[in-house]
Structures are given as structure tokens and as C-alpha cells.
């Protein structure tokens, strides 16, 4: 399905980083894009300098996200928005920030497809691009968010069982380190935000998983990227931990 002026195409979480670059992506190849976030004054900003149209929306709005399948025709749904609130240990996070986390990057995304999915199946063409992370992937010392994106990784998965001959492809996509505002949102304390943003390394830029979005969505219709694993060249997961605990029972 090429993306061309024909295309109409919404992607959450557009007001910076991924989203915002994927918006501006699917601009550039003649797409009509609603740039949906709840910054508006950015959505503002970027329709001046793309052409998308803004769309002020908290994806945890339930209400809101039902009219976008009664209102919009959708033909290509980016799935954004995200936050990794509570990104420490799970003992010591805040029962809000858990169920934000969750609501966010779960529930949201859920609801979401289940808006866009009906007309796209009465049109017989659409894509669903699910932003993942690798830490769907990979266990890491991430719980919350870890599972709140594996849950993202095993419903895209089954998604594409579901839609069998419905003609409608599902993507996911799993970044490693961007450069964004992801850890900004998600560590209040400085000096911790200071040590995890501090990598020196070359991390990727939010243009070069907008590429990848639009390799995708972009391919002919009789081919459909699954998964997408996206890192820096500097950076891998895998191995074996090794860490020594002394018993406070031993004697």
C-alpha cells in the first residue's frame, strides 16, 4: 500500500521525538497526517512546518479515542504514545505511576486499534504500526515498562493472527536508545536522569526510526515487516549476570 496523497495516516504521541518524526516523515510522502498529542501548542508548531493536522488527545481519554474511528478514515494507525513512568524497581513505584504506565502504553494502545480497525476492515486496507522497545525483548532492569511493552509485543503478534484475510498488516517496531525526551517524562531525581541519559555512545535519532516506519508502511501490499529490531551500533543486549548476594540468614 504506498503512502501518497490517498493516504490517511494517525500517529499518537506526535507533539516530539518518534512520533514527531514520523509525522513529519509521512508529510513528506504526500500523506494526510492528524499529529495527535495532548501538547498542542507543539502539534501547533508542527503543522506549521509540515502541513499535518493537529489533533489535541490524551490517548487514556476513552471517550476521545472512540470518535477517532467514528470520525477519521484511517488507513494507517501509528501507535506512539508511551511513557515509562516508575522506570526503577516496581517495589518502590507509586501506584499511580504504575497504573499511568500501564494505561499508557497498554490499555491506550489497545483502544486505539480497536477505533481505527473497523473501517479499516470495511475499506479492506490499513497498517497498524505499534511502537515497541527492545525491552520487550530482552529482560533488562525495567519490570513495569518491560512488561507493559511485551505486552505491546505479544499483541501485535496475535493481531496478525487475527486479521487473517482481512488484508489489514501489523508492524512493530523496537527501538533501543533514542534521543528524545523518553527519560525526561520518566526519572523525577537529577542525578539518576543524569546517569541514565549519560551513554557516550551514539544513540540513534528519532529520524532514523521514522525511516524505518516508512520502509514499512511504505512497502507493497503483499509484504508486511512483522518486527523491526532498531539499536545503535554501540549498544546490544544479551549475556550472563553474575551477582554475589550474602544471605542475611548465613552464619
Same mark, same amino acid.
Given at each position: 500500500?504506498?503512502?501518497?496523497?490517498?493516504?490517511?495516516?494517525?500517529?499518537?504521541?506526535?507533539?516530539?521525538?518518534?512520533?514527531?518524526?514520523?509525522?513529519?516523515?509521512?508529510?513528506?510522502?504526500?500523506?494526510?497526517?492528524?499529529?495527535?498529542?495532548?501538547?498542542?501548542?507543539?502539534?501547533?508548531?508542527?503543522?506549521?512546518?509540515?502541513?499535518?493536522?493537529?489533533?489535541?488527545?490524551?490517548?487514556?481519554?476513552?471517550?476521545?479515542?472512540?470518535?477517532?474511528?467514528?470520525?477519521?478514515?484511517?488507513? !494507517?494507525? *501509528?501507535?506512539?504514545?508511551?511513557? #515509562? /513512568?516508575?522506570?526503577?524497581?516496581?517495589?518502590?513505584?507509586? +501506584?499511580? =505511576?504504575? @497504573?499511568?504506565?500501564?494505561?499508557?502504553?497498554?490499555?491506550?494502545?489497545?483502544?486505539?486499534?480497536?477505533?481505527?480497525?473497523?473501517?479499516?476492515?470495511?475499506?479492506?486496507?490499513?497498517?497498524?504500526?505499534?511502537?515497541?522497545?527492545?525491552?520487550?525483548?530482552?529482560?533488562?532492569?525495567?519490570?513495569?515498562?518491560?512488561?507493559?511493552?511485551?505486552?505491546?509485543?505479544?499483541?501485535?503478534?496475535?493481531?496478525?493472527?487475527?486479521?487473517?484475510?482481512?488484508? !489489514?498488516? *501489523?508492524?512493530?517496531?523496537?527501538? #533501543? /536508545?533514542?534521543?528524545?525526551?523518553?527519560?525526561?517524562?520518566? +526519572?523525577? =531525581?537529577? @542525578?539518576?536522569?543524569?546517569?541514565?541519559?549519560?551513554?557516550?555512545?551514539?544513540?540513534?535519532?528519532?529520524?532514523?526510526?521514522?525511516?524505518?516506519?516508512?520502509?514499512?508502511?511504505?512497502?507493497?501490499?503483499?509484504?508486511?515487516?512483522?518486527?523491526?529490531?532498531?539499536?545503535?551500533?554501540?549498544?546490544?543486549?544479551?549475556?550472563?549476570?553474575?551477582?554475589?548476594?550474602?544471605?542475611?540468614?548465613?552464619?
Amino acid at each position: 500500500m504506498p503512502v501518497d496523497e490517498n493516504t490517511t495516516a494517525l500517529v499518537t504521541g506526535a507533539s516530539s521525538g518518534i512520533g514527531e518524526a514520523t509525522a513529519k516523515a509521512l508529510r513528506a510522502k504526500g500523506a494526510t497526517v492528524y499529529a495527535a498529542a495532548r501538547r498542542l501548542d507543539r502539534l501547533e508548531s508542527l503543522a506549521e512546518e509540515s502541513g499535518c493536522i493537529p489533533m489535541e488527545l490524551d490517548v487514556r481519554d476513552r471517550a476521545a479515542v472512540k470518535q477517532i474511528g467514528e470520525q477519521y478514515p484511517v488507513d !494507517i494507525l *501509528v501507535n506512539n504514545a508511551g511513557l #515509562g /513512568r516508575a522506570l526503577g524497581s516496581i517495589w518502590n513505584a507509586e +501506584i499511580e =505511576d504504575i @497504573e499511568m504506565t500501564v494505561d499508557t502504553n497498554v490499555t491506550s494502545a489497545m483502544l486505539m486499534i480497536k477505533a481505527v480497525l473497523p473501517g479499516m476492515i470495511e475499506r479492506g486496507k490499513g497498517h497498524i504500526v505499534n511502537m515497541g522497545s527492545v525491552l520487550a525483548l530482552y529482560p533488562a532492569p525495567a519490570a513495569l515498562y518491560g512488561a507493559t511493552k511485551g505486552a505491546l509485543h505479544k499483541l501485535s503478534r496475535d493481531l496478525r493472527q487475527e486479521l487473517q484475510g482481512t488484508g !489489514i498488516r *501489523v508492524t512493530e517496531v523496537n527501538p #533501543g /536508545r533514542v534521543v528524545s525526551e523518553f527519560y525526561q517524562v520518566a +526519572i523525577d =531525581d537529577d @542525578e539518576q536522569l543524569a546517569k541514565t541519559t549519560t551513554t557516550n555512545v551514539e544513540e540513534l535519532v528519532a529520524a532514523d526510526i521514522a525511516d524505518a516506519v516508512i520502509y514499512c508502511v511504505d512497502a507493497p501490499w503483499r509484504v508486511n515487516i512483522s518486527q523491526l529490531e532498531i539499536m545503535p551500533t554501540e549498544q546490544t543486549y544479551g549475556g550472563s549476570q553474575f551477582v554475589p548476594f550474602k544471605r542475611l540468614d548465613a552464619q
